[in-house]
């Protein structure tokens, strides 16, 4: 391949399955020169999301650019380019596509640019504040949703849809199922069995319901990221996943994402925009009644499916977007279920969702995610924690880093004068420093870690954990952490420190950031 090759991604993501960048790169380069007679002069991978596949941008000289797609899973890539043939010949706004690779794993698809409707509506999304023109956008893009559901659905044919054609008992059930398995037991949140599953069935039986008759295409993973805005018009471009199913959650996917902050007023009107339109285009093949009565239990059954990617994808394989989407998305939830009135229909999984929004991972990842984000230099985060709530979750995608369990060190807490206070107060820095044994401790713990974090800023790497657990994470392990932030900010003025108490939810940040408490 002549030119230049530009790979832009987190270091994390440097395999798709078992296939190498270089590998997909130059894959999908071959595809390229074949199609085009030229390798490209530019090849630049674009950053990806919840899937394995890789994306690259790819030009040269005289033609426009392209976006390239390597994909391990081939059929997977039929079931996308099958229906992205089959949207464009009834006119929908989807990517073209230009050539597809004799074994299916990589295919040219037109470039819509760079600006997805999720950018696009960046400044309401963070102020809770939408402009005209912004909510103009999200009712092209629902109209647009509409075409692709209805006309989309004219002489489909559902058996080239991958992993299946419809929503069935089976993909209910997965997605309840990945809820369960892939956040609560990830997250470790205990929660009763029986009582969940009384209310899974509940939730189940008004998902089949809907999902028997419906006839149209269900898009499944439609929300602002996969809408893209070519000269203000919105483009669909992630589908590959989609089947006959219930509309209704295609709309409650699109107007309950928890990160595009759509204010409750303005999704009772867009919602009322969706019905009007497809009323007026499509009026025989729409049940409004229908729609209205399931729409809630349908945000319900998306808001737990979510939860279960971001536990999946976060928990599971790391990737920070997805950990730091988890506080709001709990409380997305858990402010749907009070909302709704569902709380009244499902009481064990609103009780579920409370318990959740103050737990001591949603709380960490809260208090991390309001952490300012500088230029990139190592941020070393120093947390104390109480054994019997479990290991701080490390936030930076990178699996952890040191945990020092503090329990050996003589315990105030076991006196009552000094119950109340913590590991900041004087008397208990006093008790604890009447002997060596903290002193000794911190010694061995500190060479350990400044080995660490010189070699870590020698590498450039961008983060660092250091935990102290004892017993209630409130004498012990306070004071350890404490010394251990003061030691690392003195010791390394260049290194940015996080000191995080978990149990009294207290943050500092050290080294060019004012404390924050």
């Known amino acids: 391949m002549t030119g230049s090759t530009v790979i832009n991604q987190q270091p994390q993501l440097g395999t798709v399955g078992k296939m190498p960048q270089h590998e997909a790169a130059a894959s999908v380069a071959a595809l390229y020169k074949e199609h085009f007679g030229t390798a490209p002069d530019s090849l630049s991978m674009i950053a990806g999301a919840g899937s394995n596949r890789m994306y690259f941008r790819a030009c040269s000289k005289g033609q426009r650019s392209v976006i390239a797609t390597f994909g391990t899973d081939p059929a997977e890539n039929r079931s996308f380019i099958y229906l992205a043939r089959h949207f464009a010949s009834l006119g929908l706004p989807v990517p073209d596509i230009l050539a597809v ?72 059930l997965s997605d309840l199922n990945y809820f369960k398995y892939c956040f609560l037991k990830t997250s ?204 701080p979750v490390d936030l930076s995608g990178n699996g952890g880093g040191f945990a020092f369990d503090c329990r050996a060190i003589h315990n105030p807490g076991r006196y009552d004068e000094y119950k109340p206070l913590t590991g900041r107060d004087v008397p208990v820095i006093q008790f604890i420093e009447s002997n060596n044994e903290a002193a000794h401790f911190l010694s061995a713990a500190a060479q350990m870690v400044d080995a660490s974090v010189r070699r870590y800023s020698e590498r450039s790497f961008t983060s660092l954990s250091v935990a102290f657990g004892c017993t209630g994470g409130r004498h012990r392990s306070v004071y350890c952490a404490e010394h251990m932030a003061h030691h690392i900010a003195e010791m390394f003025p260049e290194v940015r420190v996080v000191l995080w108490h978990r149990e009294q939810d207290i943050m500092e940040i050290f080294n060019g950031v004012s404390a924050k408490k």
């Open 101 to 172: 690779s004799a074994d299916d794993v990589a295919y040219l698809q037109s470039d819509l640019g760079d600006v997805s409707l999720f950018n696009a509506i960046a400044q309401s999304r963070q102020s809770g504040h939408f402009s005209v023109n912004n909510i103009g956008l999200l009712r092209a893009s629902l109209a647009m949703l509409a075409r692709v559901q209805f006309i989309g659905s004219r002489d489909i044919d559902f058996n080239r849809c991958f992993p299946s054609p419809a929503m069935d008992d089976d993909m209910i």
């Open 188 to 391: 470790g949140t205990e929660f009763d069995e029986a009582r969940l599953a009384s209310e899974f069935d509940r939730l189940h039986a008004v998902q089949a319901k809907r999902a028997a008759t419906a006839r149209q295409f269900m898009v499944r993973d439609f929300q602002s990221r996969n809408v893209m805005l070519t000269d203000g018009v919105p483009f669909l471009i992630d589908f590959q996943g989609g089947r006959r199913g219930p509309v209704e959650y295609d709309v409650a996917s699109f107007l309950w994402q928890a990160k595009a902050n759509i204010p409750a007023d303005l999704r009772k009107g867009l919602v009322d925009d969706y019905i009007s339109y497809v009323k007026t285009s499509f009026r025989d093949e729409f049940d409004e009644n229908g729609f209205r009565d399931s729409l809630p239990y349908f945000v319900l059954f998306r808001m737990l499916q979510t939860l279960g990617a971001y536990g999946f994808r976060g928990l599971t394989e790391r990737k920070p977007h997805f950990i730091s989407s988890i506080p709001s998305a709990v409380h997305n939830l858990a402010s749907w279920l009070k909302d709704s009135g569902l709380d009244r229909v499902f009481p064990y999984i609103t009780s579920l969702v409370s318990d959740l929004e103050c737990s001591p991972l949603v709380s960490q990842i809260s208090a991390l995610n309001s952490v300012p984000e500088l230029e990139e230099r190592l941020t070393v985060t120093v947390s104390s924690f109480s054994y019997k709530r479990g290991v």
